[in-house]
């Protein structure tokens, strides 16, 4: 289904927010607009939100490559991004992702057996004085997970089986 | 001493409208749309001597002052970006004192004749511009926000955008091509913002930080606020300390409190009772400091911070221990800035891509030592060239790492 039949009240007020002259400015909001159900935008959503601004569609693409949140591709229904730049890292991330790699037997950039977990490292969050600390971004937007431990993830990543949509 | 920007400290629930206008909220906000013409704001916050928190430590009021008034309709950016690796001190004013980051953003915006402010969020902080969004439709509610402000011909609209996972985004040229719809890169600077910004308007923008501080120089004055700090660096200032301390956290201080103060009274000290061995005052674009007690002692402001051979920044002082290898770190943040070049210039595209490939030889200890000569040529030779600050800091680490912990490139490298 399109966005603007999908969301009407969301694609309205998103463009409501910049002068219509320059309405392009809403190619980002409404590109997690587009990424919401799936957790990634497809070439139709592209193709929409292309005619919907007055740009090309390959401008829309040129701006999903550029920016890391936005996924042109399906990968687990959670994208569970482990901070391991410098301030984490000196408080133990690398040895958090290890185990915990090794807790889920998969390697970093790959997805759980149920499609559940994609497991990614990524640069800080903004978090580093809670290491070891995620993201999780799923169909009910971005959370912070701070102050991990395996185990806490391990109960965590039960609880998302558990959650319907 | 009580807080100044991280209030919530001391007041609980202060992010709920009642609980802030108990305590001031909005009485500066008012009082300067009222009372005040916009350039007697403007005077206020210039006699503060507030510098931009944002990293380069602009003074503030000269940048407000800058806004080109021939050009229409002015803007006001927040820059809300914080990605700089060790920097965490803007989220927490955003998630538990978000009305006086708003009330300060609403000043500055009367100051300079905005009619209309952004607030450019990492895509990260999602929860975090749904809290402001509240926070906005709340101050529209009470007549903080809307049209004609205090029965005054003064109208303000503030509005939340979310950025996508890009660090130079905080670089405040790339911020308005993203803010604009475009992909996040730096734009040539001369025009700069105040005359040529976003839509190529007039537009100022400042740190998040910098606008939290606004309402407080408003209510108590800008002597109020200098007798706060040192003569160069006045008022308080948020460390974000992280590493190998005990305590990392938020720490609100004055400027001029030293190195040993931040790490042994308020962090706790180093982990396992180690020594320090380098600071990085500036989170992953700082030049690495040689610890000594003569540094420890050190005052943090910015002239101070500079005699050592390194910059305050936005002060996100990570600490490190004798644990730990420069050689190791150079590859850590060397891989940070490679992920985060934007990609729009060759030395820096080109420059990081190298530079990673030669730390993680080196960090893996199968380097040579012709390899760290060629890391430090290629950092050297990358330094003046790039476009933005981004290049430029990608080499920071790298040189002052190698130049000034010889040793650790010894043992890290086969012979
Ligand atoms: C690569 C790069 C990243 C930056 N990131 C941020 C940031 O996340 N937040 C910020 O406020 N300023 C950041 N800055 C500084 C901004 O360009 C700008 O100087 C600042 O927002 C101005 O506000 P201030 O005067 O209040 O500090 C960055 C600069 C560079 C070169
Ligand atoms: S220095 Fe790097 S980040 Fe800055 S414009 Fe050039 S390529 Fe982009
Ligand atoms: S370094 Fe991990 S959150 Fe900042």
């Known amino acids: 289904m399109s966005l603007v039949k999908k969301h009407p009240k969301e694609v309205k007020q998103i463009l409501s927010k910049y002068p219509p002259e320059h309405k392009r400015s809403a190619v980002m909001p409404l590109l997690y607009l587009a990424q919401r159900g799936e957790g990634f935008v497809n070439k139709a959503a592209m193709q929409e939100i292309a005619q919907i601004l007055e740009i090309t569609e390959t401008e829309v693409a040129s701006i999903v490559g550029f920016y890391t949140l936005y996924h042109d591709e399906k990968a687990g229904k959670y994208r569970m991004q482990v901070c391991t730049d410098l301030p984490c890292a000196l408080r133990g991330a690398d040895e958090f992702l290890q185990n915990l790699c090794g807790n889920l037997g998969i390697k970093v950039g790959e997805t759980t057996a149920d499609g559940l977990v994609t497991l990614e490292a990524v640069t800080c969050l903004a978090g580093c004085d809670k290491a070891p600390v995620f993201q999780t971004q799923g169909p009910d937007g971005i959370k912070y997970h701070e102050n991990m431990t395996v185990d806490k993830t391990l109960e965590l990543i039960e609880a998302l089986k558990e959650v319907k949509e | ?297 050190t005052p943090m402001d910015y002239a101070s911070v500079r005699t050592l051979g390194s910059e305050l920044g936005s002060a996100s002082v990570i600490v490190i221990d004798d644990t730990v290898s420069v050689a190791w770190i150079i590859n850590k943040t060397v891989h940070f800035f490679k992920h985060e070049s934007c990609g729009k210039c060759t030395p820096c595209r080109e420059g990081t891509y190298w530079m990673q490939n030669i730390t993680k030889r080196i960090r893996s200890g199968e380097g040579t030592e012709d390899d760290v000569d060629l890391l430090l040529n290629v950092a050297k030779q990358m330094q003046g060239k790039c476009l933005c600050a981004l290049g430029e800091f990608s080499t920071m680490a790298v040189v002052t790492g190698i130049e000034r912990f010889p040793q650790d490139f010894k043992k890290a490298v086969k012979v």
């Not at chain 2, 009082?31 to 928190?53: I, Q, Y």
């Not at chain 2, 011909?153 to 979310?162: E, G, R, V």
């Not at chain 2, 996040?184 to 025009?191: D, F, H, I, K, M």
């Open chain 2, 1 to 297: 001493m009580s807080h100044i920007l991280l209030r919530h400290r001391d007041i609980p629930d202060l992010h709920k409208m009642a609980v802030y206008k108990k305590n001031g909220g909005f009485v500066a906000f008012k009082n300067a749309v009222t009372k005040m013409k916009p350039n007697e704001v403007t005077d206020v916050v210039k006699n503060s001597g507030l510098r931009g928190r944002g990293g380069a430590g602009f003074p503030t009021g000269m940048k407000w002052s800058f806004i080109d008034n021939k050009g229409w309709p002015h803007y006001v950016v927040a820059n809300a970006d914080e990605s700089e690796p060790g920097t965490f001190k803007d989220r927490e004013i955003m998630e538990n004192n978000p009305l006086q980051f708003l009330e300060g953003l609403a000043i500055s915006s009367y100051a300079v004749g905005a009619a209309v402010a952004y607030i450019y969020l990492r895509g990260e902080s999602w929860q975090v511009a749904a809290l402001l969004d509240e926070k906005i439709a709340e101050m529209e509610e009470a007549g903080y926000l809307g049209e004609n402000l205090f029965g005054n011909d003064y109208s303000l609209k503030i509005h939340t955008h979310l950025g996508a996972g890009a660090y130079i985004c905080g670089e405040e040229t790339a911020l308005l091509e993203s803010l604009e719809g475009r992909r996040g890169q730096p734009r040539v600077r001369p025009p700069f913002p105040p005359s040529v910004g976003l839509y190529g308007k007039p537009t100022i923008i400042n740190n998040v930080e910098t606008f939290t501080n606004v309402p407080m120089i408003m209510a108590n004055g800008a002597d109020w606020y200098k007798r706060m700090g040192t003569a160069d660096s006045t008022g308080v200032k948020i460390f974000s300390l992280s590493g190998r301390v005990r305590k990392p956290g938020n720490y609100e201080l004055p400027f001029g409190t030293t190195f040993r103060q931040l790490i042994y009274e308020h962090g706790g000290g180093i982990l396992d009772g180690r020594p320090v061995k380098a600071i990085m005052p500036a989170g992953a674009s700082s030049s690495l400091i040689v610890v000594d007690d003569k540094v420890l002692d």
